[in-house]
């Protein structure tokens, strides 16, 4: 078992997942587009907000609980949709979603998912939403929705910001979404690292559950990979996403919103909620954090629509700001990752236990009991916007 000394926050899974993958899955996961300006200022805009804090005030427990997703939730945050989590860990996608219903949150499915919505749904019930790509195939989109339809997942968060892939140059190098076999070279890296070898290819590469019942998609996840992000449907248009709307009975909620005018189109679209997102600077290089985004973007939505947002959070103290700022909730992609690849479920719940602790105390120091409390405070009363 790992002595809890040795993961005290993100950065550490960060470091004991990279230990542990082969090099083509950790520069996949951790990777953004071109320079990698995105991603950084993903991390860095976070220090343009100071947290104040209030004393001798009059605490009980806090109070993590809030609303989003038309249901109470018991923490801010939850495990966002990360491609080929299986193969991270074996079952990875199954290990997040069942650690994520055990802390009563939602847990989001991507599309390159290993395990699928058929699979997952009888585990996860209403905790499963569905992270929807649209394939040039409209054959292809019904099949998928048939999926979800059949699974009972209530919510889809449909990606719009991936119609035109950028360059993630790490992946080229690794030859990620161009190799569709193991190669040698490939052969060399899984042969350093034995533990992740063991654990997951013992019965062979495995494939994308979703996908694995369509030959043109090829077979095994290497494959699938390449082509699944080869048929991304490039004429997305917000026509398109009327027409979703129309043929989704569920919540549909859209993910990657980064305009105040495409968040005020989304509404008029009929979507349910957004997630202010730039896919973890993996999209648009030099473009703005999401954690600028979040004020300017309620003011357009207004109060009442949910609003959600991803991209670079590490801390509890992130979602903090990202809450006092009006969003309803935080989406952790890479972080679940890094816990399901070097520690399993084990890793997963100690993510969740470290994130909520970090919220808990922080809320504490600054004289509040509760995320109902942030949230009704105005913005100026918890944050200070510091010169740039």
Known sequence: MPQDRHYIN????QRAARRRLPKIFADYIDGGAFSETTLARNRTDFDRYALRQRVLRNLVEADLSTTYLGRIQALPFFPGPVGFMGLYRRDGDQLVGLSARRHGVPFGLSTFSIKGVSSLAPQLGETLAFQLY??????????????????????????VDTAITSVRERDVRNQFRSVSHITPALALQFMRRPRWSIDLLRNGMPGVELVNDRPEFGR????????LSARLDKDLTWDKVKALRDLWPGRLVIKGISDPRDAAIARSSGADGIIISNHGGR????GCSTISLVRPIREALGPDMELMVDSGFRRGTDIIKAVALGADAVLMGRPFAWAVAAEGAWGVDRLF???A???????QLM???????LK???VQDVLRHLPD
Request: a negative charge; one cysteine or more.
């Open 10 to 13: 993100c950065n550490d899974f």
């Open 353 to 355: 236990t470290l994130l």
């Open 367 to 373: 004289g509040m009991s509760s995320l109902a409390e």
């Open 376 to 378: 009704a405070a105005p």
């Open 134 to 159: 649209l394939d040039r195939d409209p054959e292809v989109n019904a099949g998928y929705l048939e999926a979800c339809r059949h699974a009972g997942v209530e919510t889809i968060f449909l990606t």
């Open 283 to 286: 999209q648009l290089d030099h």
């Open 357 to 363: 602790d970090e919220i808990r105390i922080t809320l």
């Open 220 to 227: 095994g996840a290497l494959a699938q990979a390449a082509n």
